[in-house]
């Protein structure tokens, strides 16, 4: 059964810092690459890191620069760095395979809300 727990969410400042754990199956990692997604409000649900089995990372433009995705692969944990975080960061955060349709299908977390005030 696939299981993902995403935590380290919070509420920050505009140019804060968070960093998001993800805690999942082995099921997920072993389906490369593995991604973060976003939900803001009113919005649909966007791929905004990817990372593969050889450490490749990936970033739209829009966090490029300032999101770092990381991985421990004793512990089956994945990681987003966010640094100089944006209100428009503001959303809920979820991990899982970089592939929407397999994701999809393999189910989601609970996710972890990040909120970010101007």
């Known amino acids: 059964q696939v299981q993902l727990v995403e935590s380290g969410g919070g509420m920050v400042q505009a140019g804060g810092s968070l960093r998001l754990s993800c805690a999942a199956t082995?099921?997920?990692?072993?389906?490369?690459?593995v991604g973060w997604y976003r939900q803001a409000p009113g919005k649909q649900r966007e791929l905004v890191a990817t990372?593969?089995?050889?450490?490749?990372?990936n970033f739209p433009d829009s966090v490029r620069g300032r999101f770092s995705f990381s991985r421990d692969n004793v512990k089956n944990i994945l990681y987003l760095q966010m640094s100089n975080l944006k209100p428009e960061d503001t959303g809920v955060y979820y991990c899982?395979?970089?592939?929407?349709?397999?994701?999809?299908?393999?189910?989601w977390g609970q996710g972890t809300q990040v909120t970010v005030s101007s």
């Open positions: 990372l593969t089995d050889i450490g490749t990372t």
């Open positions: 082995a099921t997920i990692f072993s389906r490369s690459p």
């Open positions: 899982n395979t970089a592939n929407e349709v397999l994701a999809n299908i393999l189910g």
